[in-house]
């Protein structure tokens, strides 16, 4: 059983940084991709950004050029720097992972979500 435990939410103001981190632990052959979605009050859950085991970076149009995606030097660790943040990246940010149990399964699991208050 893989689980991805979050760390980093909290409450800042507009204009601030956080960091998010996500850590994945369990019976891993390969990470494929891990990723942070985001969900915010009314609304359906969006990627935020991602990352391939390659180094393969993928964000959403809202966050380019203030958040940064980046892996660990712990393979199956994941970071979301989020720069200049505004109210509307106020949601709850989960962490995402696709892996491979043995080369011929393959996996999706969810971390529990850190929360994310930007104030204005």
């Known amino acids: 059983q893989v689980q991805l435990v979050e760390s980093g939410g909290g409450l800042v103001q507009a204009g601030g940084s956080l960091r998010l981190s996500c850590a994945a632990s369990?019976?891993?052959?390969?990470?494929?991709?891990m990723g942070w979605y985001r969900q915010a009050p009314g609304k359906q859950r969006e990627l935020v950004a991602a990352?391939?085991?390659?180094?393969?970076?993928n964000y959403a149009d809202s966050v380019k050029g203030r958040f940064t995606i980046s892996r660990g030097n712990a393979k199956n660790t994941v970071y979301l720097q989020m720069n200049s943040l505004k109210p509307e990246d106020t949601g709850v940010y989960y962490c995402?992972?696709?892996?491979?149990?043995?080369?011929?399964?393959?996996?999706?699991?969810w971390g529990q979500g850190t929360l994310v208050t930007v104030s204005s």
């Open positions: 995402n992972a696709l892996y491979r149990p043995s080369p011929a399964r393959y996996l999706e699991v």
């Open positions: 369990g019976s891993i052959f390969s990470m494929d991709a």
């Open positions: 990352i391939t085991s390659g180094g393969s970076t």
